[in-house]
C-alpha cells in the first residue's frame, strides 16, 4: 500500500510560478512510476508529466509545453512538478499518482494504481 501527499498549492499570479510536491509513504517509491494529472472544473482529469523510476521524463507537450518541470528526490519518498508562466488556465486541482513496479513512463489514468487527494492550484489576480 502506497499512500500520496500533495503539497504546494494555493493562489498564484498569473505569469508565476509554483513548485508542488508529492510525498509518499512506504519503501517502494524508488521502484515506482509517478505521475501528475490535473482536473478543472467540469472536465476531465488530463495528464500533466510523469517521470519513470529509472528518472525519464515526459509532459503534455500540447497544453503546458516547456513550462514544466517534473523531478523526484529517491531519498526523500518525494516527486516535485515546478509549473512555470502560469496563467489561468492552469487553473486545476493537482493530482500525484503512483504505478508500483512500471519500468516506463504512464500517461494514463488508467494505468495508476495508488493516487493522492489533490491540490489546488488558482492562477489569478
Known amino acids: 500500500q502506497v499512500q500520496l501527499q500533495e503539497s504546494g498549492g494555493g493562489l498564484v499570479r498569473p505569469g508565476g510560478s509554483v513548485r508542488l510536491s508529492c510525498t509518499a509513504s512506504?519503501?517502494?517509491?524508488?521502484?515506482?512510476?509517478m505521475g501528475w494529472f490535473r482536473q478543472a472544473p467540469g472536465k476531465e482529469r488530463e495528464f500533466v508529466a510523469a517521470i519513470s523510476r529509472s528518472g525519464v521524463k515526459r509532459y503534455n507537450s500540447d497544453s503546458m509545453k516547456g513550462r514544466l518541470i517534473i523531478s523526484r528526490d529517491s531519498p526523500k519518498n518525494t516527486v516535485y512538478l515546478q509549473m512555470n508562466s502560469l496563467n489561468s488556465e492552469d487553473t486545476a486541482v493537482y493530482y500525484c499518482?503512483?504505478?508500483?513496479?512500471?519500468?516506463?513512463?504512464?500517461?494514463?489514468?488508467?494505468?495508476?494504481?495508488?493516487w493522492g487527494q489533490g491540490t489546488q492550484v488558482t492562477v489569478s489576480w
Open positions: 512506504g519503501s517502494t517509491f524508488g521502484n515506482s512510476a
Open positions: 499518482a503512483a504505478r508500483l513496479g512500471s519500468v516506463c513512463v504512464l500517461y494514463h489514468t488508467e494505468e495508476y494504481e495508488y
